[in-house]
């Protein structure tokens, strides 16, 4: 059973970058897709496949996977931007997802 | 595009069974290898997922949940449905209902319903 790390909260700047991370024993093996989820509105796939961008997803969007480690990076951060992000993996063994626990994202 | 709304009750009595259905346009339930996913948020929580049903009619519930889960498809309706039972305050969240995609061992939610607030109070 997989239980994925995130880090309750990440701050920056207005252009800056931004990167949460997802953390689990050896997630560089999986997959890892992430979502965005602003306030008082549904999650939205922002990554899939580690770092494939779904269509009309910007390219400030990246996502990268290795080790114990994924990661979601978000260049040249905007007030926009400020949401929850979860990233995700299938636990294939048990047909089911696997959620962490949501970073939230500030725009200070 | 494919797009997903839930419906149901927005209050629910204590003891009694949550219902909830999810209809989907633009697509249909019945092609693709996709599963029919519902996932719920506490306020303030994470996302904790709930189950799915595949269009074989096969299921895979919460373990937390399986208890007191059931989920059905109506491809008439191109819709999916929720049953609950015995709610508790502890089951007050929004519902999601979501589409599942990729294959047996890689899959994504890609899209989500805008979410239904339900309530459990007498």
């Known amino acids: 059973s997989y239980v994925l790390t995130q880090p309750p909260s990440v701050s920056v700047a207005p252009g800056e970058t931004a990167r949460i991370t997802c953390g689990e024993n050896?997630?560089?093996?999986?997959?890892v897709h992430w979502y965005q989820q602003k306030p008082g509105q549904a999650p939205v796939l922002v990554i899939y496949y580690d770092s494939d961008r779904p269509s009309g997803i910007p390219e400030r969007f990246a996502g990268s996977n290795s080790g114990n480690s994924a990661t979601l990076t978000i260049s040249r951060v905007e007030a926009g931007d400020e949401a929850d992000y979860y990233c995700q993996v299938w636990d294939s063994s048990s047909d089911h997802p696997v959620f962490g626990g949501g970073t939230k994202l500030t725009v200070l | 595009q494919v797009q997903l709304q839930e419906s149901g009750p927005g209050l629910v009595e204590p003891s009694q069974t949550l219902s909830l259905t999810c209809t989907v346009s633009g697509a249909s339930i019945s092609s693709g290898t996709y599963s029919w996913s519902w996932v719920r948020q506490p306020a303030g929580k994470g996302l904790e997922w709930i189950g799915h049903?595949?269009?074989?009619?096969?299921?895979n519930f919460n373990p937390s949940l399986k208890s007191r889960v059931a989920m059905s498809m109506d491809t008439s309706r191109n819709q999916f449905s929720l049953r609950l039972s015995s709610v508790t305050a502890a089951d007050t969240a929004i519902y999601y209902c979501?589409?599942?995609?990729?294959?047996?061992?890689?899959?994504?939610?890609?899209?989500w319903g805008q979410g239904t607030l339900v309530t459990v109070s007498s």
């Open positions: 979501a589409r599942a995609h990729g294959s047996t061992s890689i899959r994504w939610f890609d899209p």
């Open positions: 049903i595949y269009i074989s009619g096969t299921t």
């Open positions: 050896n997630i560089g093996s999986k997959s």
